[in-house]
């Protein structure tokens, strides 16, 4: 009876296991998709903090960066201060909020920095005119995989001191490959540096 009793709870609990298991991967699986498709650094779907600073790059000067540390872009297609990047842009070049007056960090000149109206409602910050974006394939401060790159149909530059684009070379990591019709890109890296390839 003992045996029979302890087969049927053992049973019964290797059901529930299954269960949550299925459940728990699928979860997982979500999450970790919403955090890939949001951003591949820390900010998240949309960098907030408002905060700008500048960081020296060994590849291309002081330029800008966010509130964690991350390098900032210009995207060349944006006109008069407006963003023209959302949806599946805005995904892999989530924008850099703000909660209010974005703040300068040290060496960035405060009357530069602005915000614009963002898709969604978000206030995004801009500097120069320009909105400002993170790369998801910058996993780590100090990256600019994404200079150079002409994802979703237009140039994408690190953003000097001066509010101007850097050197499209000067990435050594590729730019992400070049996707002009604004998909996603899986092929080569296509930045005159032609470093590596992000699958995207």
Known sequence: MKARLFGACSLGLIAIVAVAGCGGSSSGSATAASKQGSSGNSGGSGNSGGTVAVANNPQLGRILVDSQGQTVYMFAKDKNGTSSCSGQCATFWPPVVAK?????????????????????????????????????????????????????????????????????????????????????????????????????
Do not use: E, I, R
């Open 100 to 200: 209010g007056k974005p703040t300068a960090g040290s060496g960035v000149t405060s009357s530069m920095l602005g915000t614009s109206k963002g898709s969604g409602g978000t206030m995004q910050v801009t500097y120069a005119g320009h909105p400002l974006y993170t790369y998801a394939g910058d996993t780590a401060p100090g990256q600019v995989k994404g200079n150079g790159s002409t994802n979703f149909g237009g140039l994408w530059s690190a953003v000097t001191t001066s509010g101007s684009a850097t050197p499209s070379g000067g990435s050594s990591s590729g730019g992400g490959g070049n996707s002009s019709a604004g998909g996603s890109s899986s092929g080569s890296g296509s930045s005159s540096s032609g470093g590596s390839s992000y699958g995207y």
